[in-house]
């Protein structure tokens, strides 16, 4: 059984919620004698084409969105950088004022081995902190061009993710990636588009959600 | 004076459907009526984006109607030609037939 709540939902995100209620109504009476899988081929075309409609409209406009979050995500990241740095630092200090780290000697190796079979903690928790930054950051983009984008809120992210992923193939190739060939780097950067943007649609569908309850009230 | 609209072909499609089906026009069954009439098959999206482009443009506006039990309890969004539409697709009727006109094409018959 299809879930209309869900396609209601999905088309909520380009349209009104009154327009997406009754365009779940019109595909639900042609399902009738189309099927399920027409139905939701249908909806996931229409989603698609209102979201096209909203970057064609203004592409200009969408464009210089996506790079303002290509800005702000290079802000945040950097941010994260040094919060990071700090901590370690932090740490560092503290580990030293306590006696536990000598600091006239190297940290030992258990601590900051990369080796596969037994990677040291600062690496983990450095590689745990970076994850998570990329993800905080990708929401907080993704709630920044949906306050920039009122009525229009999906259409800047979609614009950011493809100037996104065209950035990093060329950071990819440039730092050499090619030797893996096209496909491979392709391939790669497809897996990770949809993990890492998923935070991106959340922070802008929250602005968009939130819009929307302020109107009805 | 603001510049004439001007319309696709797509558009001129939907607005003539619009009309022909009076106080029955929404979604379904203009696509029904855009099959039976030109053979094309309209996808939903193509019909959502271009009704909501042709009512920005304020060629057409839309109600919606009572909902119904066999929608799942929602309501059908009827569309209708404003003035201002059916100026611009009697406007870019015209011009198709004074391109016509001197030509003699299969099938075509000429005003």
């Known amino acids: 059984m299809r879930n209309v709540h869900l396609a209601e939902w999905l088309l909520s995100l380009a349209v009104s919620r009154e327009s997406a209620a009754s365009m779940v109504g019109d595909l639900l009476e042609e399902a009738r004698t189309r099927g399920t899988v027409w139905f939701w081929l249908s909806l996931v075309g229409a989603v698609c084409s209102l979201i096209r409609r909203d970057v064609a409209g203004n592409p200009m406009r969408m464009l210089s969105l996506a790079m303002l979050g290509v800005v702000v995500q290079l802000a945040l990241i950097a941010a994260a950088i040094v919060v990071f740095a700090l901590g370690t630092l932090a740490v560092g200090v503290a580990a030293m004022a306590v006696g536990l780290v000598d600091p006239r000697h190297q940290p030992p190796t258990w601590l900051v081995s990369t080796d596969a079979q037994a990677v040291g903690p600062f690496v983990v928790a450095g590689t745990i902190f970076g994850y998570a930054a990329a993800l905080v950051s990708q929401f907080q983009v993704g709630r920044v061009l949906a306050k920039r984008s009122p009525g229009h809120e999906l259409a800047p992210c979609v614009v950011f993710i493809v100037v996104g992923e065209l950035v990093l193939f060329g950071l990819n190739v440039a730092m050499g990636g090619i030797r893996y060939g096209l496909s491979y780097l392709a391939s790669y950067q497809l897996l990770l588009v949809i993990p890492f943007n998923v935070p991106l649609f959340a922070g802008a569908i929250r602005i968009r959600n939130g819009r929307a309850a302020t109107k009805a009230a | ?111």
């Open chain 2, 1 to 111: 004076m603001a510049a004439p609209v001007t319309l696709g072909e797509f558009e001129q499609i939907v607005l003539l459907a619009i009309l022909r089906l009076k106080d029955t026009a929404y979604a379904v069954t203009l696509r029904a009526e855009i099959k039976a009439c030109t053979n094309r098959t309209a996808s939903p999206g193509a019909l959502y984006t271009t009704l909501d482009r042709l009512e920005e443009k304020g060629l057409v506006t839309s109600r919606y109607g009572d909902p119904t039990p066999q929608r799942g309890g929602r309501a059908k969004r009827f569309f209708t030609v404003t003035a201002k539409g059916v100026d611009a697709v009697a406007r870019a009727q015209r011009a198709y037939q004074r391109l016509l006109v001197g030509l003699k094409l299969p099938g075509v018959a000429h005003a």
